[in-house]
């Protein structure tokens, strides 16, 4: 039976790693593709999130009749209620604590150049989606466009009852998750994959070296992370309550999800 892995990639939690698993296990993406996300021949980012029942039904059967079994949404959220009520797809994600994920991402942007700030405050101020207050209700939600401050109760009540509708959620911090659960649901084995994490790089390590970057490349060399007021964190655990709650929450019911039976099979 045909099964279409459907990735909600939150970033900075484990997600390049998941990626690079499923390349690793066989499974087949798009041609193009940046990261398991879709892309058009002419090199546009397919905006999965803004399609609508019909059209999301017509992409999974595109998949289907061209053989694609993975599919990541990094940038945006899908209608998960069609992909849950689709027995073709098994709905996976994988979350991180907040706080964690928020410094593991500024760092990374940092070191690799994706951002000049240098502070905590400079960097959440940018305008990227990513870096929005209460990150992961916002995406299991779908509440993008809520104003900074203003999500409330109800996108939180969302993104919960989302989060039921996945087949298999992950905790990069829950024992066994990425070691043991996330193969044995999907009917994969570990492999050998580069994590994609922010220290560790050589090949980063000489290119910061080669453009004369020495500082930072020591910086670097030593894993030294960017320093963070706690006042900085203070305000960022008061703006993203909601996110808190969440992963609380999750980790207190065990959500883990279950896969459909048809879809345990390995293809």
């Known amino acids: 039976m045909y099964r279409l892995i459907w990735f909600q990639h939150v970033h900075k939690a484990a997600g390049s790693l998941i990626v690079n698993q ?18 058009t021949p002419e090199g546009e980012l397919t905006p999965l999130w803004e399609f609508n029942k019909d ?8 998949c289907e009749s061209e053989g694609v079994t993975f599919v990541a949404t990094e940038w945006g959220a899908p209608i998960y209620e069609v992909l849950h009520s689709d027995p073709r797809v098994v709905l996976v994600t994988c979350l991180r604590e907040p706080w964690s994920r928020l410094i593991s991402n500024f760092n990374y942007d940092y ?17 990227l989606r990513i870096k929005q207050d209460n990150f992961l209700v916002r995406v299991f939600s779908r509440n993008y466009s809520v104003p900074e401050g203003q999500l409330d109760e109800i996108s939180l009540s969302t993104a919960f009852s989302n989060l039921h509708l996945f087949d298999l959620v992950l905790v990069t911090e829950r024992q066994g998750d990425l070691s043991n ?11 050998p994959v580069f994590p994609h994490t922010t220290f560790g790089n050589l090949w980063l390590l000489k290119s910061l070296v080669g453009r004369l970057h020495l ?17 900085e964190k203070k305000q960022f655990l008061n703006s993203s309550n909601l996110d808190i709650i969440l992963y609380n929450r999750l980790l207190a019911e065990e959500i883990r999800g279950f896969l459909h039976p048809i879809n345990q099979a390995s293809h």
Do not use: C, M
Request: avoid cysteine; aromatic fraction near 18%.
């Open 111 to 127: 070191y690799y150049g994706f951002t000049k700030s240098r502070t905590l405050g400079a960097f959440l101020s940018e305008e």
């Open 215 to 231: 500082y930072t490349a020591w910086k670097y060399f030593l894993r030294r992370k960017i320093g963070i007021s706690e006042e």
């Open 181 to 191: 659960h996330l193969f044995e649901a999907l009917g994969w084995k570990s492999k």
């Open 55 to 62: 059209l999301l039904t017509a992409f999974v059967d595109q």
């Open 22 to 39: 499923a390349i690793a296990n066989g499974e087949v993406l798009f041609e193009n593709h940046k990261n398991g996300n879709p892309y």
